[in-house]
């Protein structure tokens, strides 16, 4: 897979999204389709020449950077009128919270992600990673935490989110597996919450496996896609989706089916996320890219874990991934589904559940034991007019004992003698 070459014109087979339905993830809740010609053109095309599905930059080949970016998409992509994640907004917009996007790097110059990008590190050069010839990473983050911008249609997942970019490579099919371990414990030691990895190998090493546990052994929730750049082959396991501790990601389409079928069991998807006909940016520029394309589906789910993270602050990271599993759109059938785990993730509702498991109660089985309600006792009338009885007994008694004692008194005072009365 080539990435992103945006240009003032789209490049062939590509249109800009005029509007967009909400998918429906294969026998989930939502409804199917999208609806507009262009979009489905974009979809049935494949792939842009923004993130295509080539074989990648040949070795020692030079690689082509993307160019500037000035077409706007004006309408609303489908992923995000899918996944409405402003209704979560007025809870969380990520509050600054630290992502690092493992991947090509990210730049700092795109528009949409104006002083939310740090330096982050390249290590395959040891400098800053806040530049990206490719596009790919940066194409990722604009998913993640792109601003609203007047004109564009975009806004990423979690757009107050802070993006630390990790360079590994500067072809996204070319990883090496050890400069991809270092990316990930650069990620974590560089204050990511969160972090979303968009490349992968087809090997584990003992650095890649000894990468991942320090992260989780950091609290840091790694997402990555089943689905990654220069993973074609069927059957083949991606890392490091593939390794324990790791939210992984598959990609769908508008119409809920997956992009690809051929990942490995070892690699089974938690989630899913849109992986096609995707509306983001390039490194420079005003304006947008349209694209499909393998390992960005991992920044929806990065997002949701963003806002997640940074409105329910007490979760650890097995806390998050198991909110996001539990709150997605399933699909119908037994969970997880080999193509799409536990579905695709919802945003809002992964903020706002309340979910009874993280408040230390236990969810009842249906239909456990009968609900017993207590009903107050019937009234006895008996009662109340015995009741209403004594009471007037009592008081009348009151009344009685303290007439006698005025009558002593004033016998007292006349020392017994009756009364007299006058005579006229």
């Not at 070459?5 to 509007?19: E, Q, S």
């Not at 690699?267 to 947008?288: F, K, T």
């Not at 004594?390 to 004992?401: D, E």
């Amino acid at each position: 897979m080539t990435e992103p070459h945006p240009g003032d014109r789209p490049p062939r087979g590509a249109r800009p999204v005029r509007a967009g339905a909400k998918p429906r993830v294969a026998g989930g809740r939502r409804s199917a389709v999208v609806g507009t010609r262009a979009l489905a053109a974009v979809v049935a095309g494949g792939v842009l020449t923004g993130m295509p599905v080539s074989t990648g930059t040949p070795a020692g080949a030079a690689v082509r950077c993307a160019v500037p970016a000035r077409t706007v998409v004006r309408a609303e992509p489908w992923a995000q009128r899918a996944m409405a994640p402003e209704r979560a907004w007025v809870l969380t917009r990520g509050g600054g919270l630290v992502v690092g996007v493992v991947d090509t790097g990210v730049s700092a110059a795109a528009p949409a992600l104006a002083g939310s990008v740090l330096p982050g590190r390249d290590v395959t050069t040891n400098r800053a990673a806040n530049v990206d010839c490719r596009g790919h990473g940066t194409f990722l983050a604009g998913l993640l935490a792109a601003r609203p911008t007047t004109g564009s249609g975009l806004a990423g997942i979690a757009p107050g989110a802070r993006i630390l970019p990790i360079g590994v490579a500067r072809d996204e099919q070319q990883v090496d597996p050890g400069r991809l371990a270092t990316g990930i414990r650069a990620a974590v030691d560089g204050g990511a919450r969160i972090v979303a990895v968009g490349v992968a190998t087809a090997t584990a090493p003992a650095a890649l496996r000894a990468a991942v546990r320090y992260a989780t052994g950091h609290d840091v929730l790694v997402v990555a896609s089943t689905d990654p750049p220069g993973m074609t082959s069927s059957g083949a396991p991606s890392y490091p989706a593939a390794l324990p501790g790791v939210l992984a990601v598959a990609s769908i389409q508008s119409d809920g089916r997956p992009v690809s079928s051929g990942q490995a069991a070892t690699a089974a998807p938690a989630l899913a996320a849109p992986g096609a006909g995707l509306v983001s940016i390039a490194p420079r520029g005003n304006g947008n890219v349209v694209a499909s394309g393998s390992g960005v589906a991992v920044a929806f789910v990065a997002g949701a874990a963003a806002l997640v993270r940074d409105y329910r602050p007490s979760l650890n990271a097995a806390q998050v991934a198991h909110r996001l599993e539990a709150t997605a759109d399933h699909p119908t059938g037994r969970l997880p589904d080999p193509a799409l785990g536990y579905g695709m993730v919802d945003p809002v509702a992964a903020v706002t559940t309340a979910l009874p498991e993280e408040s230390g109660e236990s969810t009842p089985k249906p239909q456990d034991r009968p609900v017993e309600i207590v009903l107050p006792a019937p009234e006895n009338r008996r009662s109340a007019h015995l009741a209403l009885i004594t009471s007037a007994a009592v008081t009348g008694c009151a009344a009685l004992g303290g007439l006698a004692v005025a009558t002593i008194r004033r016998g007292r005072r006349r020392g017994w003698r009756p009364a007299t009365t006058d005579k006229t």
